[in-house]
């Protein structure tokens, strides 16, 4: 039976952390990116914020995303970053597709 090597515990643990910390990133400047593109009407027929507040809001998420990732372990900053660009994603990226106000 092969020995416990500490070392490759350490190892395993950064490697998902950065995974963790570039997809934050990544998925902060897609959500951005996208928010970007599209038509600030479709955010007001939703009823959900303007298109100017999820803008800041998701580029306050990808710099939590960067900056704070840029430390080591992923921290609270990260999982803030992760959860607003899952609200976006997953809640008004869809209902601006239910609503055929999509641009991309």
């Not at 897609?30 to 507040?53: E, R, V, Y």
């Not at 580029?59 to 660009?85: D, E, M």
Request: some cysteine.
């Amino acid at each position: 039976m092969p020995e416990f090597d500490a070392a490759f515990a350490f190892e395993i643990r950064d490697w998902v952390s950065t995974i963790i910390r570039y997809g934050a990133a990544l998925l902060s400047l897609i959500a951005c990116i996208h928010c970007a593109m599209q038509k600030p009407d479709a955010f007001n027929a939703l009823g959900t914020l303007s298109k100017g507040a999820w803008i800041g809001v998701l580029a306050l998420s990808l710099v939590f995303a960067l900056l704070f990732g840029a430390f080591g372990r992923p921290s609270l900053f990260t999982l803030i970053a992760i959860a607003a660009a899952l609200v976006y994603l997953l809640d008004v990226r869809s209902g601006i597709k239910d609503i055929g106000g999509s641009v991309y």
